[in-house]
């Protein structure tokens, strides 16, 4: 059974950064691409983020280009997302989900990490 | 990236049938048949329910089907029952290399 652990979530202020983490297991982990997608509270979902398999080629929201880095350690199964230069938009749940070949449907999802960016 | 667009919201009675439109561009929706759709309730995380605009994951309901017509894709649930109620997201890969989502239609069983 595939599964994702999120974590890393938290209170961090305008202009910090924060780093989150999802641990995969279930599933050869170097062999799909990963995703990053947000949820804000109360609205809709954002996708973020992905990454290849090998973690050689990234995919990034125009939102969050320069500002956020995706990274994976394939020997620990494990999926990163650096997060710079933080604004309160950016307040949200974050979730990592296994993908594709390439990112285009994430599934499944982890439980998610709630960011909140607020002084 | 414009986020698609879906309807804020439709309504059904149990066993009737409603359909979701998810409407894009041909940088997306229109030019792959990599639309997908979700289902999430409250405080949890989204299930995929369609893939491929029209593959349903194992374990999904045959009631769940996905069609697709130029930039224009639906997703119809049949003989709607009440945990069906729930927010509704349609997903697209982009001409970008990466993923839109639709803003979200809210399921009302009545």
């Known amino acids: 059974e595939v599964q994702l652990l999120d974590s890393g979530g938290g209170l961090v202020q305008p202009g910090g950064s924060l780093r989150l983490s999802c641990v995969a297991s279930?599933?050869?982990?170097?062999?799909?691409?990963m995703s990053w997608v947000r949820q804000a509270p109360g609205k809709g979902l954002e996708w973020v983020s992905g990454i290849s398999g090998s973690g050689d080629i990234t995919y990034y929201a125009d939102s969050v280009k320069g500002r956020f880095t995706v990274s994976r350690d394939n020997s620990k199964s494990t999926l990163y997302l650096q997060m710079d230069s933080l604004r309160a938009e950016d307040t949200a749940v974050y979730y990592c989900?296994?993908?594709?070949?390439?990112?285009?449907?994430?599934?499944?999802w982890g439980q998610g990490t709630l960011v909140i960016v607020s002084s | 990236q414009s986020a698609l667009t879906q309807p804020a919201s439709v309504s059904g009675s149990p066993g009737q049938s409603i359909t979701i439109s998810c409407t894009g561009t041909?940088?997306?929706?229109?030019?792959?048949?990599?639309v997908s759709w979700y289902q999430q309730h409250p405080g949890k995380a989204p299930k995929l329910m369609i893939y491929?605009?029209?593959i349903r994951p194992s374990g999904v309901s045959n009631r769940f089907s996905g069609s697709k017509s130029g930039n224009t894709a639906s997703l119809t649930i049949s003989g709607l029952q009440t945990e069906d109620e729930a927010d509704y997201y349609c997903s697209s890969y982009t001409s970008s290399s990466t993923i839109v989502f639709g803003g979200g239609t809210k399921l009302t069983v009545l």
């Open positions: 279930g599933f050869t982990f170097s062999s799909y691409s």
């Open positions: 491929d605009v029209n």
């Open positions: 041909s940088s997306d929706v229109g030019g792959y048949n990599y």
């Open positions: 989900a296994k993908d594709r070949r390439v990112p285009a449907t994430p599934n499944p």
